[in-house]
T-cell receptor, first 115, second 110 residues
Framework: GAVVSQHPSRVICKSGTSVKIECRSL??????MFWYRQFPKQSLMLMAT?????????EQGVEKDKFLINHASLTLSTLTVTSAHPEDSSFYIC???????????FGQGTRLTVV | GIQVEQSPPDLILQEGANSTLRCNFS?????LQWFHQNPWGQLINLFY???GTKQNGRLSATTVATERYSLLYISSSQTTDSGVYFC????????????FGKGTKLTVNP
């Protein structure tokens, strides 16, 4: 199947700092990527849609100024958690649809811990 | 929005046993996927199955779209099958945005 790579897999940062997470489609181009968030022992919730060449769209309740998304190219989307706080600690995972009406592929996920 | 319910929430099996996981959804869907989340968090694609039946080794899945449910069958379970199984459906309108159920946590004991 198609490969989506996410980096880093784990990061610990201090409160108030910013953290950047990268999501790459390795063997296909993705004009759209999705960012999900998962709290411990909970399900995945869509945060935002990353669109190549235009602004990201955010789900209701997600602060766009805190979670900056940049779709820099057809194979790269980045999520920057700005001024991180302990409540931002979570598992962040990206996905990219390989083709319309087919399965979505997910990155390995990033476990963020803010101390 | 569309609702996705999975059952049971937790399942404990002995190695070698069979199991059935269920996913109910509240509206018609064009996209339904089953995933296995391993202990490191990675989502492994199991099936893309908006309708019909598919099989892959010891796993098979059936989606009855008209009745709005999908079943995942695991036969001869192994300890490596442990983890959380998620069902996800597309939110609608060709958006490719997925709505996930709360998952079934499967523990297979040796």
């Amino acid at each position: 199947g198609a490969v989506v790579s996410q980096h880093p897999s784990r990061v610990i940062c201090k409160s108030g700092t910013s953290v950047k997470i990268e999501c790459r489609s390795l063997d296909f181009q993705a004009t759209t990527m999705f960012w999900y968030r998962q709290f411990p022992k909970q399900s995945l919730m869509l945060m935002a849609t990353s669109n190549e060449g235009s602004k990201a769209t955010y789900e209701q309740g997600v602060e766009k100024d805190k979670f900056l998304i940049n779709h820099a190219s057809l194979t790269l989307s980045t999520l920057t958690v700005t001024s991180a706080h302990p409540e931002d600690s979570s598992f962040y995972i990206c996905s990219a649809p390989f083709r319309a009406n087919t399965e979505a592929f997910f990155g390995q996920g990033t476990r963020l811990t803010v101390v | 929005g569309i609702q996705v319910e999975q059952s049971p929430p937790d399942l404990i099996l002995q190695e070698g046993a069979n199991s059935t996981l269920r996913c109910n959804f509240s509206d018609s869907v064009n996209n339904l996927q089953w995933f296995h989340q391993n202990p490191w968090g990675q989502l492994i694609n199991l099936f893309y199955i908006p309708s019909g039946t598919k099989q892959n080794g010891r796993l098979s899945a059936t989606t009855v779209a008209t009745e709005r449910y999908s079943l995942l069958y695991i036969s001869s379970s192994q300890t490596t099958d442990s983890g959380v199984y998620f069902c996800a459906v597309e939110r609608g309108g060709g958006s490719e945005k997925l709505v996930f159920g709360k998952g079934t946590k499967l523990t297979v004991n040796p």
